[in-house]
């Protein structure tokens, strides 16, 4: 193209036919081309019971883990749930939007409702995906209250966790944690294969698993 001086294609898997052929095309016309890796995304590969998988994590954070449900309970039921209907999401996905912007993701403007456009534009995928079969929209409840989120598109036997999000006014129970807790317990014994992050590689998924 005449009028433009870089072709930039996005999140091409590494496998796919378009690179080499980029690159052939590329060097045909005197273009010159480079590919760039994005950071790997962590992910917990399931398949096995949820002891088997629980016995992946470190003694204390298992216990941390146990003894922040125990302590969340006392002050009210502790309940996960699951938003999967088209008619559901768009009142659910506003609570989602809340909470995922409550705590740090709000403060730098990087949550889905800093921009309203991107907000609807979650609101929507949410809805085509339930439309779909793919959706689990996920609530972790404490009584009545939403505390956590976290907004999971369903491919085959794969659980993409899109975003993921807490209320800090409960951030010492590790809400956050604890909900992804319970969506492994569930996805065990339904027999998923895996939980994929996504996005970038912060700490806290590392505590969760190794690989990449």
């Known amino acids: 193209a005449a009028n433009c001086d870089v072709i930039l294609l996005g999140q091409v898997h590494e496998i796919s036919r378009t690179l080499p052929l980029i690159e052939t095309l ?31 994590l ?6 941390n883990l146990r003894n922040r449900h125990d302590r969340l309970a006392k002050v009210a039921p502790v ?61 972790l409840k404490v009584g009545d209250e939403r505390v956590a989120f976290d907004y999971i598109l369903r491919s085959g036997r794969a659980l993409c966790g899109v975003k993921i999000g807490y209320d800090p006014k409960y951030h010492t129970y590790s809400p956050g944690n604890m909900l992804l807790n319970l969506i492994l317990q569930e996805a065990c014994s339904e027999g998923a294969a895996e939980y994929d992050f996504l996005g970038v590689d912060d700490e806290w998924k590392f505590d969760w698993t190794n690989e990449t």
């Open 26 to 56: 590329a060097h045909a016309h005197r273009w010159m081309s480079g590919t760039w890796a994005a950071p790997p995304a962590a992910f917990i590969r399931l398949g096995c019971e949820y002891e088997e998988l629980a016995r992946t």
């Open 58 to 63: 470190t003694g204390r954070y298992r216990y």
């Open 79 to 139: 309940t996960v749930e699951r938003i999967t209907e088209a008619s559901q999401v768009r009142d659910a996905m506003q609570d989602g939007l809340r909470i995922e912007a409550a705590a740090w993701k709000g403060d730098l403007g990087t949550a889905m409702n800093s921009d309203p456009k991107v907000a609807e534009f979650y609101i929507r995928l949410a809805e085509r995906a339930a439309e779909h079969g793919w959706l689990q929209l996920t609530f």
